[in-house]
């Protein structure tokens, strides 16, 4: 793992958030192949790119495995031991650290590793509108409605510390709704849930 960054100077956190254990899937979504590389490795590198302050992910199911596939990047990793209970105390989880470990950072992107389209430029875009702009949360729009990568402000933190481990962070978004700036993403609705999707991917993109 790359050396820590002075934390007192990190204003910026991207959390990815990987910790689940692909049921539907059946088998990990983290290690399937894009190219040469997991798609976890893809999406760590993916949101490094973007310029955020620091990177954090949280792993859960096959821990081990899933953190030798990115321990060499310039990320830090934590461990959610609750991560059955749901993405959202993943969620709870990368907020508490943040909380502890980076007391000046003013906001965090949550993102997914089964979004295989997402670009840095994208999340350049979702930072320096938020970074120009006056909305506590700037969220990715597809597919009709509100989604990941979702940007919270500071003052957002205790909310998401609240929120259902079954459903995460989209009801925060919802009932923030008039202080959310919405960035279109349509690829966004490409996700890797089942080996149909994965297939579907496959077929049409490589």
């Not at 008039?178 to 960035?183: A, G, M, N, P, Y």
């Amino acid at each position: 793992m790359a050396t820590e960054p002075d934390n007192e100077k990190v204003k910026s956190v991207a959390v990815i958030l990987a910790a689940g254990s692909s049921s539907r899937m059946g088998q990990s979504k983290q290690l399937l192949k894009i190219g040469t590389e997991s798609l976890i490795r893809t999406s760590a590198k993916t949101v490094i790119d973007s310029g955020v302050g620091q990177v954090v992910v949280v792993l859960g199911s096959n821990y081990q495995v899933h953190q030798q596939e990115i321990v060499d990047l310039s990320i830090q990793i934590i461990y959610n031991k609750n991560w059955e209970k749901g993405i959202g105390s993943s969620i709870k989880d990368g907020v508490q650290f943040v909380n502890n470990h980076f007391p000046l950072c003013e906001s965090i992107l949550f993102t997914v590793c089964d979004q295989p389209l997402l670009t840095s430029d994208h999340l350049k875009k979702m930072i320096h509108t938020f970074q120009t702009g006056k909305n506590s949360i700037v969220a990715s729009f597809y597919s009709g409605s509100p989604g990941v990568p979702a940007l919270f402000s500071r003052s957002m933190f205790e909310t998401l510390l609240d929120v259902d481990d079954r459903h995460g962070a989209k009801k925060v978004i919802q009932d923030q709704i008039k202080s959310v700036r919405l960035i279109d993403f349509p690829q966004g609705e490409v996700d890797l849930d089942t080996l149909s999707d994965w297939r579907k991917f496959l077929k049409s993109h490589l």
